[in-house]
Nanobody, 120 residues
Framework: QVQLVESGGGLVQAGGSLRLSCAVS????????MGWFRQPPGKEREFVGTITWSGGSTNYADSVKGRFAISRDNAKNTVYLQMNSLKPEDTAVYYC?????????????WGQGTQVTVSS
């Protein structure tokens, strides 16, 4: 059974940085795309970004492009979200996601989420 466990959330001042981690177990990690979504308070979940199974390609929402970076370490079964130049509007619960199918860019497994709060 696939398990996704996020960590690294917390409180940070505007302009600061945080790195989220998502440890994955229960599968051959290197065969699956990974991604991050977030849910701001009182709003719908929204796309943050994705990374392919090899790590060779990433894609980001316009709102985070140039500030956030997704990477993965297939030897550690972990995906990362480096968040720089954080803004109060980045405050949200951040979710790690992955696909139920190898080599596919669909995302139907979700972690439990980790809270990120950016103070102004």
């Amino acid at each position: 059974q696939v398990q996704l466990v996020e960590s690294g959330g917390g409180l940070v001042q505007a302009g600061g940085s945080l790195r989220l981690s998502c440890a994955v177990s229960g599968r051959t990690f290197s065969m699956y795309a990974m991604g991050w979504f977030r849910q701001p308070p009182g709003k719908e979940r929204e796309f943050v970004g994705t990374i392919t199974w090899s790590g060779g390609s990433t894609n980001y929402a316009d709102s985070v492009k140039g500030r956030f970076a997704i990477s993965r370490d297939n030897a550690k079964n972990t995906v990362y979200l480096q968040m720089n130049s954080l803004k109060p509007e980045d405050t949200a619960v951040y979710y790690c996601v992955t696909s139920s199918e190898p080599y596919a860019m669909t995302f139907d497994y979700w972690g439990q989420g980790t809270q990120v709060t950016v103070s102004s």
